[in-house]
C-alpha cells in the first residue's frame, strides 16, 4: 500500500518561495491522483491543487492559481509544490494525499484515502 511523506516546510517571509516535496513508498503511482492541501488552525482543511501522475495534468485552487505550481518526478515517485510570492493567509500545515480519484472529486479532502503527516508552512509579514 501507497504510504506518503511530505517534507520541505519552513518558517519564510512575505514574498518569498519554498518548494514541498511528497514521496511515495511502497506501491506504483499508476493511476492515482495525487491532492495538495492544507490547514491552518482552527480552519478546514483546505484543497490547493491535485495531480493526475500518469498524464501529469494538474489542477489549482483559485486562491493559489498563478502562484503555486505541482510537478512530479517519476523516478522518484516525488510530488511538489512549489509556492511563490508566499503570503501570511498561506501558513497552514501541508498534506499531500493520493486514490484512485474521478476529476470531480478531487477538492474534496474526503475522498482521499491516503495522507502524509503533514509540514507546516509558516510565512511571516
Known amino acids: 500500500q501507497v504510504q506518503l511523506a511530505e517534507a520541505g516546510g519552513g518558517l519564510v517571509q512575505t514574498g518569498d518561495s519554498l518548494t514541498l516535496s511528497c514521496v511515495a513508498t511502497?506501491?506504483?503511482?499508476?493511476?492515482?491522483?495525487l491532492g495538495w492541501f492544507r490547514q491552518a488552525p482552527g480552519k478546514d482543511r483546505e484543497y490547493v491543487g491535485a495531480?493526475?501522475?500518469?498524464?501529469?495534468?494538474?489542477y489549482y485552487a483559485d486562491s493559489v492559481k498563478g502562484r503555486f505550481t505541482i510537478a512530479r518526478d517519476n523516478a522518484k515517485t516525488t510530488m511538489y509544490l512549489q509556492m511563490n510570492n508566499l503570503k501570511p493567509e498561506d501558513t497552514a500545515v501541508y498534506y499531500c494525499a493520493t486514490g484512485r480519484l474521478i476529476l470531480s472529486s478531487l477538492p474534496y479532502a474526503r475522498n482521499y484515502p491516503t495522507w502524509g503527516q503533514g509540514t507546516q508552512v509558516t510565512v511571516s509579514s
Open positions: 495531480l493526475s501522475w500518469n498524464d501529469r495534468r494538474t
Open positions: 511502497g506501491g506504483t503511482l499508476s493511476g492515482y491522483r
